[in-house]
């Protein structure tokens, strides 16, 4: 089976404390992998390991066969890799528009100072990702929002707004840190819609989420941890019916794996 990114014996340790444990497993091209698990369990450890924020103590991630571990996030998401960026990441001040353009200098043939100095082939270039930032704009249903300042978003489209500047960086692997935090049923729907979307585009989507309904919808696959361990791999139903997940959830009091 060919892989898009495999993940090998990843092990992630914090002076005594071990965050990940020996996870190994593969994601598919164009699939949508959840990794869940209950708080603690080392979701956003093996996340940060795969976007390479975090260097793994032990084990590696390979992307289309490469190993990616070690380089630096920024090599690792012009590679195709791309954790949606954190709300902090997010230019407040600046409108949902200019925020998508500077994104896509990720990509760019100049840098930022190009951007900013005005150089010929960065206002070339700033032309293109206008373009690109109006279909993304569009494709994700912020046409409303275009010029308003990000800071007054609502939640949801502030959200949809980090997945529009991973989308900018032009993603093979797109990496969604609890994309359905914080929404109502409405928003949850519709970013779930969005998701789908947007792996209809091509993009492979791995996503750390605690919402059980939205996962289990979602997801093709779903990997669970538990103390820093893979406990389970499988298809939703799979994952539902497993009675080591079933028990990693028992007594948890703020979430439930969605039966
Ligand atoms: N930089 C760090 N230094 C020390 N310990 C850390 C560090 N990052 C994470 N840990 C520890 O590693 C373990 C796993 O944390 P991680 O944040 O990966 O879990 P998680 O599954 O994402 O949790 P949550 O669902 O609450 O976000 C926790 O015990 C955490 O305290």
Same mark, same amino acid.
């Given at each position: 089976? +060919? ?5 090998? $014996? ?10 990940? &444990? ?11 992998? &959840? ?7 080392? @979701?956003?450890?093996?996340? @940060?390991?795969?976007? &390479? ?14 190993? *990616? ?5 920024? @090599? ?15 230019? @407040? ?5 200019? $925020? %998508?353009?500077? #994104?896509? !200098? ?18 070339? /270039? ?6 690109? #930032? +109006?279909?993304?704009? /569009? ?5 409303? !929002? ?18 529009? *500047? ?14 359905? #935090?914080?929404?109502?049923? /409405?928003?949850?729907?519709? #970013?779930?819609? *969005? ?15 605690? +919402? ?5 919808? %979602? ?23 497993? !009675?080591?997940?079933? /028990? ?5 009091? +703020?979430?439930? *794996?969605?039966?």
């Amino acid at each position: 089976m +060919d892989y898009i990114l495999e993940v090998s $014996n990843l092990t992630k340790r914090y002076g005594g404390l071990i965050a990940n &444990s020996g996870i190994s497993f593969g994601v598919k091209e164009h699939e949508i992998l &959840s990794v869940i698990g209950p708080n603690g369990a080392g @979701k956003s450890t093996l996340f @940060k390991q795969i976007a &390479s924020f975090v260097t793994p103590t032990e084990g590696e991630v390979r992307f289309r066969g490469e190993r *990616i571990s070690g380089l630096s996030p920024h @090599k690792v998401a012009r590679l195709g890799v791309v954790r949606t960026f954190q709300e902090t990441t997010i230019f @407040k001040t600046m409108s949902v528009r200019d $925020n %998508i353009i500077i #994104a896509h !200098q990720l990509r760019a043939r100049t840098g930022l100072a190009g951007f900013f100095f005005g150089t010929r082939t960065a206002r070339e /270039d700033e032309a293109a990702f206008a373009r690109s #930032a +109006d279909e993304i704009i /569009d494709f994700l249903g912020l046409g409303h !929002q275009r010029h308003e300042i990000a800071s007054n978003l609502p939640h949801g489209h502030l959200r949809a707004l980090g997945i529009a *500047i991973g989308l900018a960086t032009n993603p093979a692997v797109l990496l969604l840190d609890e994309p359905f #935090a914080g929404m109502n049923h /409405d928003e949850t729907r519709r #970013a779930v819609e *969005i998701v789908r979307a947007v792996r209809a585009r091509g993009v492979t989507i791995l996503l750390v989420e605690h +919402d059980m309904p939205a996962v289990m919808n %979602i997801s093709d696959r779903i990997v669970v941890l538990n103390f820093g361990q893979k406990i389970a791999e499988g298809t939703p139903k799979e994952i539902q019916e497993n !009675q080591n997940v079933i /028990d990693a959830y028992l007594g948890v009091e +703020d979430e439930s *794996i969605g039966m």
